[in-house]
């Protein structure tokens, strides 16, 4: 059973920076999308930035350059980390890390295609 666990999140006010982590186990595909994605409450879940197998990544546009993911761990129980800077209170959501077998080279932004979830951990940008 693959498992993802989120963790990090917190309160930070505008323009401060958080990290996030996602822990992954019990996966043991060499092809993977692995990424975050966030929600409001009352709105569509949307994209952040995803990872394939082979490295390559894709951010959302409006998000990029502010949001950086990165990969650490070892194979069998990698860390997934999205470093957040120059944060706005518009970034605050749920902020989940999610994954799929799909991998390179059809690694989308889009939450439907991924069939694995954590549970989520609560990211709020505030005065």
């Known amino acids: 059973q693959v498992l993802l666990e989120e963790s990090g999140g917190g309160s930070v006010q505008p323009g401060g920076s958080l990290r996030l982590s996602c822990t992954v186990s019990?996966?043991?595909?060499?092809?993977?999308?692995i990424g975050w994605f966030r929600q409001v409450p009352g709105k569509e879940t949307e994209g952040v930035v995803v990872?394939?197998?082979?490295?390559?990544?894709?951010?959302s546009d409006p998000l990029k350059g502010r949001f950086t993911l990165s990969l650490a761990g070892t194979k069998t129980k990698p860390v997934l980390y999205l470093q957040m800077d120059s944060l706005k209170p518009e970034d605050t959501a749920t902020y989940y890390c999610?994954?799929?077998?799909?991998?390179?080279?059809?690694?989308?932004?889009?939450?439907?295609?991924?069939?694995?979830w954590g549970q989520g951990t609560q990211v709020t940008v505030s005065s």
């Open positions: 019990g996966y043991a595909d060499d092809k993977y999308c």
């Open positions: 990872r394939d197998q082979l490295g390559g990544m894709l951010y």
């Open positions: 999610a994954l799929n077998t799909i991998g390179w080279p059809r690694c989308t932004l889009t939450p439907g295609s991924y069939e694995t």
